[in-house]
């Protein structure tokens, strides 16, 4: 039987950091140099905390071993940790959104899902006509156990917002 300090789960980390060159770069080096595997980065530059500092949610994955090292040195290094320890996704699913992805903000699209309960890990956009014509995305995304539903409801409601289609994940044993 596995030792569950070993076994690797996902993490959130909200950090402030500071407007300057390099700042998120130095954040990222004490997650890398402690085993950290890195999920997504939401950084917005556009926000401010009240102290100033730009809101950064970190997820990775990470032992729980890890993980303490990881929130640790980020300390150490003078990075403000917000929160941290709270295992957040666990679930992924594959989605495809096609429509005008650059005209209706695709950078918007990305934060409504965010937003919801869905980490956006991975993102691949096709725009073969150019930016001003169809174009689509394949979004995997991390969420929540049990989810799921919710997550792909979010999705789809931001799909008719911005009058985009959907391509759905099949269900487990190829059922649609």
């Given amino acids: 039987?596995?030792?569950?300090q070993d076994e690797v789960r996902a993490y959130t980390v909200r950090l402030?950091?500071?407007d300057e060159p390099g700042e998120l770069l130095r954040t990222l080096?004490?997650?890398?140099?402690?085993?950290?595997?890195?999920l997504s980065?939401?950084?917005?530059?556009?926000?401010?905390?009240p102290r100033g500092h730009i809101p950064v949610e970190v997820d990775l994955e990470a032992s729980a071993?890890?993980?303490?090292a990881i929130v640790e040195a980020l300390r150490d290094a003078g990075v403000n940790v917000i929160q941290a320890?709270?295992?957040?996704?666990?679930?992924?699913?594959?989605?495809?959104?096609?429509?005008h992805l650059v005209d209706t903000d695709l950078s918007d699209t990305l934060s409504q899902l965010r937003a919801e309960n869905g980490a956006v890990t991975d993102i691949s956009l096709a725009a073969p006509e150019g930016a001003e014509e169809v174009s689509s995305a394949r979004l995997r995304l991390r969420t929540e156990q049990g989810a799921v539903d919710d997550t792909l409801d979010a999705v789809r409601s931001v799909a008719d917002q911005k009058d985009l289609r959907v391509v759905e994940p099949l269900a487990p044993g190829g059922e649609a």
């Fill in 41 to 49: 980065i939401y950084h917005e530059r556009g926000n401010m905390t």
């Fill in 29 to 38: 080096e004490p997650i890398a140099e402690n085993g950290g595997n890195l």
């Fill in 16 to 18: 402030e950091l500071v």
């Fill in 85 to 99: 320890g709270k295992e957040r996704y666990s679930e992924e699913l594959t989605v495809v959104l096609v429509g």
């Fill in 65 to 68: 071993e890890r993980f303490d």
């Fill in 1 to 4: 039987m596995s030792d569950p």
